[in-house]
């Protein structure tokens, strides 16, 4: 499968900073990545659909001045908690598809683990 | 009411036993997907399937489009402790947004040695 990664795997950050979460796909050409959000023991939650190029889609209830994201190229989205807060603390995950066919998958980055203290 | 309903929702059996989890919708799959998480880690995907009747083999696990691809499953033959983790189905659909994946809630599996 294509490979997905992420950076960083880890963060802790002061209430009110801002943090960047980078996702790659190495080995082939992404026009869409996907944002996920995930709590303990929970599926995934959809935050935002990334098309390179263009301005992300998001999810109804999340707020786009929050949760930045830029698509810039290919093979590069990138997520802003923008004055992060205790409860933006969570597992951060991309994903990365090129959804030419209906037979295109996503394939998933490690994660960002985000602790807000 | 959530397009793909996934059951059982916790499982917890020991070395050696069979299992199946279950991914279901009232709508047609394009496409469906299984995956399996790790605490900490992203999602891996198992298999991607998209003709109905279609059965796809992986080691010990078998999985299985359903003839009007609305539904799939995941059997585990003698599953092992390595088994353990969360499986998750997603599915895209042509009748909603295409370029979206849609997720099932989770089968969260334990494996007792």
């Known amino acids: 499968g294509a490979v997905v990664s992420q950076h960083p795997s880890w963060v802790i950050c002061k209430s009110g900073t801002s943090v960047k979460i980078e996702c790659r796909s190495l080995d082939f050409q992404a026009t869409t990545m996907f944002w996920y959000r995930q709590f303990p023991k929970q599926s995934l939650m959809l935050m935002a659909t990334s098309n390179e190029g263009s301005k992300a889609t998001y999810e109804q209830g999340v707020e786009k001045d929050k949760f930045l994201i830029n698509h810039a190229s290919l093979t590069l989205s990138t997520l802003t908690v923008t004055s992060a807060h205790p409860e933006d603390s969570s597992f951060y995950i991309c994903?990365?598809?090129?959804?030419?066919?209906?037979?295109?998958?996503?394939?998933f980055g490690p994660g960002t683990r985000l602790t807000v203290l | 009411t959530q397009l793909l309903e996934q059951s059982p929702q916790f499982l917890s059996i020991q070395e050696g036993e069979n299992l199946t989890v279950y991914c279901n919708s009232s709508s047609v799959f394009s496409s469906l997907q299984w995956y399996r998480q790790e605490p900490g880690e992203g999602p891996v995907l198992l298999v991607t399937v998209v003709t109905g009747g279609e059965v796809k083999k992986l080691k010990r696990l078998t999985f299985q489009f359903g003839d009007a691809r609305k539904d799939s499953s995941l059997h585990i033959t003698a599953a092992q402790p390595g088994d353990t983790g969360l499986y998750l189905c997603?599915?895209?659909?042509?009748?909603?947004?295409?370029?979206?994946?849609?997720f099932g809630s989770g089968t969260k599996l334990n494996v007792k040695p």
């Open positions: 994903s990365a598809s090129r959804l030419a066919h209906s037979t295109d998958t996503q394939y």
């Open positions: 997603a599915g895209r659909f042509t009748q909603y947004n295409f370029n979206k994946f849609y």
